[in-house]
């Protein structure tokens, strides 16, 4: 799943955002209850207050209008008595079930307001006695609820002294979190910064560098790794699969350069060293010596295994060959080498004849055997033996082996070889320098044969060499199986 690099700073953003809500809203919630906490306690004292004035008012009220009999004071002892009466309902509401003060000071409450309905009444009736009585207890009764409404704001006040001191505690609390909290989102807003944008930098840092090594002809390194997955990672992938690319087409180019190189010289020591003077001139003589002693025709069949060995060499070495056509030119050569030198030497076939069908470059076998002949048994006056096998060792492997009884090659040479074949020697330009051509050569060099199957078959495990000096050597090819079209 691709996750963008906008959708992911949305998210980042969105979680913040509500992060850093939902903090300020406990802090608003907080502040709230305190608020609403500190508004109670203060709407009870103002409401203990109201009750302590109204009370006297009624009493100031009740008195005025029995002293003046003046119907201003009644009516405004009524509205004081509503008054009293309102903020006795406000009380209840705010009174505690459990509170044995409040719900003293509430049944005084209703003692004064009938002690100073029982005065008005006992008053208008005439009954002197009557409303004095109950003008006394009126006028005790609100003392009493001035010194309760005092003592019950002294309570309160030093309750409320409690609930200040937990609520500055509480604020000192607040601010410190506030710093916590600021200082923690700072911080983690810088994370988060640095973070998304390390995420960003970091890959195009080093899609740069890589670029900027490319630009300039390198084009090593390990692949670039992203463990995101937003639009970077596909464009990191193209660009590892570009220089991948850009690596395999110049391992072709260069394999290609250096096929032709091969090639072209394949070509020039085919033109300059097949028509070797030496060689031809012993050819011919051998030739004319074979007409003089026998009949024209063992004549004849030397002279087609000359035009035979000359046309092949001489053909398009663009163009793969087949085993068969290989093998079938080394016996043209071990014919004409056998007529020659007669007994002296000896050549040995041992050939699976299911394994010739297989696309080999031209020119691979004849080189070995002319190397097996000239450096390995040319000297020899009697009992020199070279051996051509060819046999299957697995389904899709092929070998053949060119085997001589010569001198054997030195340990330096085996191991120059061998370094050849597992790549380890300088670069290509300074291994193929000219050969000497020693006579009867094509003048092929047997380390032009191994590039060139190299590069046929694309891998370096193609040769093989077993020597042992005064012993012999062993040339052994390992050729996978293609047949002619695969």
Request: hydrophobic share 40%.
């Amino acid at each position: 799943m691709l996750f963008r690099i906008r959708s992911k700073l949305l998210l980042y953003f969105i979680v913040l955002v509500v992060l850093l809500t939902s903090v300020g809203f406990f802090f608003y919630n907080s502040s709230e209850k305190l608020v609403i906490e500190y508004d109670d306690s203060f709407e009870g004292f103002l409401l203990l207050n109201d009750i302590s004035q109204s009370a006297n008012k009624i009493t100031e009220k009740l008195h005025g209008y029995i002293n003046d009999k003046e119907s201003v004071h009644l009516k405004e002892y009524h509205q004081e008595k509503t008054k009293l009466m309102n903020d006795k309902k406000l009380l209840d509401e705010e009174m505690k079930a459990n509170d044995v003060t409040l719900i003293n000071y509430k049944n005084m409450i209703d003692s004064f307001l009938q002690e100073s309905e029982a005065t008005i009444e006992a008053f208008e009736k005439d009954n002197i006695n009557q409303y004095s009585n109950h003008s006394n207890e009126v006028l005790k009764i609100n003392s009493f609820l001035q010194e309760s409404t005092l003592a019950i704001l002294n309570n309160r006040l030093t309750d409320y002294q409690n609930f200040y001191a937990e609520m500055k505690s509480q604020n000192h609390y607040y601010k410190l979190m506030s710093i916590s909290l600021f200082t923690a989102s700072f911080f983690l807003s810088t994370l988060l910064a640095l973070w998304i944008s390390g995420g960003i930098t970091k890959p195009i840092s080093l899609l740069s560098e890589a670029a900027r090594k490319i630009s300039k002809g390198d084009l090593s390194g390990e692949d670039i790794r992203i463990t995101t997955k937003d639009e970077l990672k596909p464009l990191t992938e193209t660009f590892n699969q570009m220089r991948m690319n850009l690596r395999q087409q110049v391992l072709e180019m260069k394999q290609k350069s250096e096929l032709d190189k091969l090639l072209k010289e394949l070509e020039l020591k085919s033109l300059q060293n097949q028509i070797n003077p030496h060689f031809l001139f012993n050819t011919l003589n051998t030739v004319s010596k074979m007409a003089y002693l026998e009949d024209a025709e063992h004549t004849s069949q030397l002279i087609e295994s000359v035009a035979a060995l000359l046309r092949y060499n001489l053909g398009d070495l663009n163009k793969a060959s087949t085993l068969r056509d290989e093998v079938t030119i080394v016996k043209e050569y071990f014919f004409i080498q056998q007529t020659r030198f007669g007994d002296r030497i000896q050549f040995v076939t041992d050939i699976d004849e299911d394994c010739l069908d297989i696309e080999i470059p031209s020119l691979i076998l004849q080189p070995l055997i002319e190397n097996a002949f000239i450096h390995g048994v040319e000297s020899y006056e009697e009992n020199a033996v070279i051996s051509l096998r060819i046999y299957r060792v697995e389904d899709d492997l092929i070998h053949v082996e060119i085997i001589d009884n010569g001198a054997g090659m030195k340990d330096q040479t085996i191991k120059k070889l061998s370094d050849y074949v597992n790549r380890k020697e300088p670069e290509v330009e300074e291994l193929f320098e000219p050969e000497k051509s020693n006579g009867h050569s094509t003048g092929i060099g047997v380390k032009n044969v191994i590039r060139r199957l190299q590069l046929f078959y694309k891998r370096n495990e193609m040769v093989e060499i077993e020597s042992e000096i005064g012993t012999g050597t062993t040339f052994r090819l390992m050729i996978p199986k293609r047949v002619r079209g695969e």
